[in-house]
């Protein structure tokens, strides 16, 4: 059940740390818990979830979404065009690999809070962070 994976304080933490990861970055993140287990991959539950929030509507195609499904136990970390043209794989296995260490001894808002620390420090060095700070995208996370 959703409601046993995160505590609300615990989702505070994890909104905040979105919120200052977008500080350094234009780039956007977005974290999203599904129950669902109607699918075959993923990874491909993932690219539908980015296109139905609308993740592919900023103005440099920067959003990441960290795509979790605590009843599988599986997680995917996909971005948008902008940011695969200029990133390499190094990029998704470090942010997957400080979330999955963390995941590992059942610490899963800790991990997702150093995930999303992590793509914000990546994405700063090719996104950084504009002065306007516009928010293209919301910072709470979304459930199904």
Same mark, same amino acid.
């Given at each position: $059940? @959703? #409601?046993?994976?995160?505590? /609300?304080?615990?989702?505070?933490?994890?909104?905040?740390?979105? =919120?200052?990861? =977008?500080?350094?970055? #234009?780039g956007?993140?977005?974290?999203?818990?599904?129950?669902?287990? *109607? %699918? *075959?991959?993923? &990874?491909?539950?993932?690219?539908?979830?980015?296109?139905? &929030?609308? $993740?592919?509507?900023?103005? =440099?195609?920067?959003?990441? &979404?960290?795509?979790?499904? /605590? !009843?599988?136990? =599986?997680?995917?970390?996909?971005?948008?065009?902008?940011?695969?043209r !200029? !990133?390499?794989?190094?990029?998704?296995?470090?942010?997957?690999? !400080?979330? @999955?260490?963390?995941?590992?001894?059942?610490?899963?808002?800790?991990?997702?809070?150093?995930?999303?620390?992590?793509a914000?420090? #990546?994405?700063?060095?090719?996104?950084?962070? +504009? +002065?306007?700070?516009?928010?293209? @995208? /919301?910072?709470?996370?979304? %459930?199904?």
């Amino acid at each position: $059940m @959703l #409601s046993d994976f995160l505590s /609300p304080e615990e989702v505070e933490r994890i909104e905040k740390a979105i =919120e200052e990861a =977008e500080r350094v970055t #234009s780039g956007e993140i977005r974290i999203h818990i599904t129950s669902k287990q *109607d %699918y *075959d991959e993923i &990874l491909l539950a993932a690219v539908d979830k980015f296109a139905e &929030l609308g $993740m592919d509507n900023t103005q =440099e195609r920067n959003g990441v &979404l960290i795509f979790i499904c /605590p !009843v599988r136990k =599986e997680f995917a970390i996909i971005g948008d065009e902008g940011i695969n043209r !200029v !990133v390499g794989q190094d990029f998704w296995d470090a942010t997957r690999d !400080v979330m @999955l260490a963390e995941f590992k001894k059942g610490r899963f808002a800790d991990g997702i809070i150093r995930g999303v620390k992590q793509a914000g420090e #990546s994405l700063a060095k090719f996104f950084p962070g +504009k +002065k306007s700070g516009v928010n293209e @995208l /919301p910072n709470h996370i979304s %459930y199904d």
